[in-house]
């Protein structure tokens, strides 16, 4: 491998579960942007949204998305949102292999229900508004996510969404 692979798509998609996997067969570093920028920051994403704001959160996070250039090749596992702000999904593409990792919103709902209280944007909308929040979240993020090199879709079936992953 000789450049990084960025996994992107919407909260739930699977970046960092199918990161760790697509790592491992790869034999390189998984880098999950958002654990390691809590890890540097010694808060969690949710804190950092609640201290600095969006606005605030997503400028630390291009300025950690920067640091990655310099590093060897690696997956990188990337906030849902990430793509999306700045030059970010420029950024992206310049410096390695951009995944969309698309999976549906029925499919997105029960895995954000089973887990949702790591997620900043979900924490403010009631369960009940979900469906519509996400569709809503998701039609404004598509033109974004759409510039990625290449683009995989979720069809229920993991063994063979994984090897179009491998295949990367």
Known sequence: MDKHI?????MG??????GVKLA??????????????EE????????????QGETGFRALEQQYLHTLAGLPPAVISLGG?????FDNMDWINQHGHSVY?????????????RKPTRRPLLAQVPPEEWPAF???????????????H???AYAGDEEAFFEQLCAV
Do not use: N
Request: aromatic fraction near 12%.
């Open 13 to 18: 998609s699977g970046k960092s579960f199918w």
């Open 40 to 51: 540097k920051e010694g808060q969690t994403i949710a804190e950092l949204f609640a201290e």
């Open 134 to 148: 996400l569709e809503k979240m998701l039609e404004k993020r598509r033109p974004f996510y759409s510039q990625a």
């Open 101 to 113: 990792l698309e999976v549906p919103v029925d499919i997105l709902l029960g895995r954000l229900r």
């Open 81 to 85: 949102g990430t793509p999306c702000f």
């Open 24 to 37: 491992v067969h790869k034999g390189v570093l998984l880098i999950d942007l958002d654990r390691w920028i």
């Open 6 to 10: 960025f996994l992107l798509g919407f």
């Open 150 to 152: 290449q683009t995989i």
